[in-house]
């Protein structure tokens, strides 16, 4: 086994820290090759808090300062390299932000306006074309996206599995003119253990949680933990790797605070089993930081965990 690296498919900036945040960071702080590769750049993203509520509605000033909180975020992590989606694809095409409606308090559906331009309207295989030629030039061992239901419904993170899952399959058989196929020895779909995040949104009702927030609590909402969880959420046992977050816990935090346009009530929480951590999105609904973030191998039929030397901090759960 020898090191090899980490590229992660996401939709938008922020995507890469919230759902992977952790396998990024300890992946990087082992000196492991890492990617980032981004599909759009949030153009239609809900903003928070006043100082930049000019930006909302406005997708080219929004996409240009997401691109810059993404920048600081990435860095927070110890990731250098990074790739547009659309900017692999060649040809001047820009790929933008499909949009969202919230149906529910943890699942998002189709907006009712989709752009000519959005992700959404990209045909699979041309994205896919696209991704496979990066995964052919930086050969990753790993490759880490969402599960089929895009964690909890984006159209665009749903759009960005089935991109990922085509383009693994032609890295692996189609060769272009430059660079010989290559076979990704493992993909990794992010998930949370059921159990386990139910335990940490119990856990947000606790006083080191109230104490860490203080006056920002004010507004915030709490999950109900019997509700009805997003698709991210599968049962404990199902979970085939997991990073430990407290080893980097403070770059995970920072690279959340990097996007301050799209999250908030960012926070250490300690004295709190469950959970290490807190924040909220748009919706104001407070989410924790679990202890350890979980991801499930996708069903491709070779070897569980294709030989890959994983890090410190990542580990098969046995």
């Known amino acids: ?3 090899g690296g980490l590229l992660a498919v996401h939709a938008h900036p922020d995507d ?4 992977t945040g952790a396998l990024l960071a300890a992946w990087a702080a082992a000196g492991r ?25 406005d997708g080219p000033a929004l996409a240009a300062h997401r691109v810059g909180e993404l920048a600081g975020a990435l860095a927070a992590l110890g990731v250098r390299d ?3 989606l659309d900017e692999a694809a060649g040809g001047g095409r820009r790929f933008e932000d499909s949009g969202m409606a919230w149906v529910g308090t943890a699942r ?4 009712d306006d989709v752009p000519p331009a959005a992700f959404v309207r990209v045909p699979v295989p041309e994205a896919a074309a696209a991704l496979a030629r990066v995964l052919r030039r930086r050969r990753p061992d790993v490759v880490a996206t969402y599960e089929p239901g895009g964690g909890y419904g984006h159209p665009d993170h749903v759009r960005v599995h089935e991109v990922t899952a085509l383009a693994v399959d032609l890295a692996a058989r189609e060769p272009d003119e ?5 076979a990704v020895p493992v993909v990794l779909w992010s998930a949370q253990g059921r159990d386990a995040l139910r335990r940490a949104q119990a856990a947000l009702r606790g006083d080191a949680v109230r104490a860490a927030l203080g006056p920002d609590a004010e507004g915030l909402v709490l999950p109900d933990p019997e509700g009805e969880p997003a698709s991210v959420a599968v049962p404990d046992d199902a979970v085939d790797v997991v990073v ?4 980097v816990r403070d770059r995970l935090l920072a690279a959340l605070r990097a996007h301050a346009t799209q999250v908030q009530a960012v926070r250490a929480v300690d004295g709190e089993p469950g959970l290490v951590g807190c924040y909220a999105l748009s919706n104001r609904l407070l989410a924790p930081v679990l202890p350890v973030e979980a991801y499930r191998y996708a069903p491709r039929g070779t070897a569980r965990d294709g030989g890959v030397a994983w890090p410190p901090g990542v580990r098969p759960v046995a």
């Open 108 to 111: 998002a559906g189709a907006a």
């Open 82 to 84: 990074h790739v547009f």
């Open 16 to 19: 890469e820290s919230l759902a």
């Open 33 to 57: 090759p890492v990617t980032v590769v981004t599909a759009t750049r949030g153009e239609r993203g809900e903003v928070i808090g006043d100082r930049w509520a000019h930006l909302e509605g």
């Open 178 to 182: 430059s660079e010989p196929a290559h």
């Open 244 to 247: 430990d977050v407290p080893g």
């Open 1 to 3: 086994m020898t090191p």
